[in-house]
């Protein structure tokens, strides 16, 4: 089966550093995305990682762990702006390269004077 | 160089009609798949269209179709419209042979 888990909610407060975790059980495995989606918008794309270890885009950062099936999304100097739903998506394989995306339920994070 | 466009961005449809919404791909992508978003929910997968071909499929009836064009641009279609078909439809572009997928703004359809 296909499952991937993530908390529903979180709340920080500016300035901090708040880490998002994923965990994934599916039956393929071809990548993982991170994206961002405010409310009523359309979800944009954050980060994408294929091998273990962390990824680092300036506030940014992602770490995917595959014997684990676990992957975390961390925010540093948190802004208002960054509160948002965070969507964790796994690429399942496809019958070809073109691979569907699984999502979690994404994570509401709302960010606190 | 235009993003994913999704045309209507808010449709009001009554329970057993029928809809169809509009996707042009990104400038560049050939692939385009559709994403169905319940509130507080995660997207989830609805089908792939690739070289004006179905690809793949999610778990959806066959109520749920959809077409591509030459221009890679896509419709999906919905027939018998439920109440439960309410909902943000996304739409997302890439190249066949990469994963990173763009998203269009959606379109709310609402059922009543």
């Known amino acids: 089966g296909q499952n991937i888990d993530q908390p529903t909610e979180m709340t920080a407060t500016e300035g901090a550093i708040v880490q998002i975790n994923c965990t994934y059980q599916?039956?393929?495995?071809?990548?993982l995305f991170w994206y961002q989606q405010h409310a009523g918008e359309a979800p944009t794309f954050l980060s994408y990682?294929?091998?273990?270890g962390l990824e680092e885009k300036g506030r940014f950062s992602s770490f995917l762990s595959r014997s684990k099936g676990y992957s975390y999304l961390l925010l540093k100097e948190l802004q208002m702006k960054d509160s948002a739903s965070y969507l964790c998506?796994?690429?399942?394989?496809?019958?070809?390269?073109?691979?569907?995306?699984?999502f979690g339920q994404g994570t509401e994070l709302s960010v606190k004077p | 160089d235009a993003g994913v466009t999704q045309s209507p961005t808010h449709l009001i449809k009554t329970r057993g009609q029928q809809v169809t919404l509009r996707c042009s791909p990104k400038?560049?992508?050939?692939?385009v798949s559709w994403y169905q978003q319940a509130l507080g929910q995660g997207p989830q997968f609805i089908f792939q269209?690739?070289?004006?071909?179905?690809?793949q499929r999610g778990n959806f009836p066959d109520r749920f179709s959809g077409h591509q064009f030459p221009n890679y641009s896509s419709e999906l279609n919905v027939n018998a419209l439920l109440l439960g078909d309410s909902a943000l439809y996304l739409c997302?572009?890439?190249?066949?042979?990469?994963?990173?997928?763009?998203f269009g703004q959606g379109t709310r359809l609402t059922v009543v």
């Open positions: 998506a796994v690429v399942g394989w496809g019958l070809d390269q073109g691979g569907k995306l699984i």
């Open positions: 599916t039956s393929g495995f071809n990548g």
């Open positions: 269209y690739y070289e004006e071909e179905e690809r």
């Open positions: 997302a572009s890439s190249l066949w042979e990469e994963k990173k997928a763009f």
């Open positions: 990682n294929v091998l273990d």
């Open positions: 400038s560049g992508h050939d692939t």
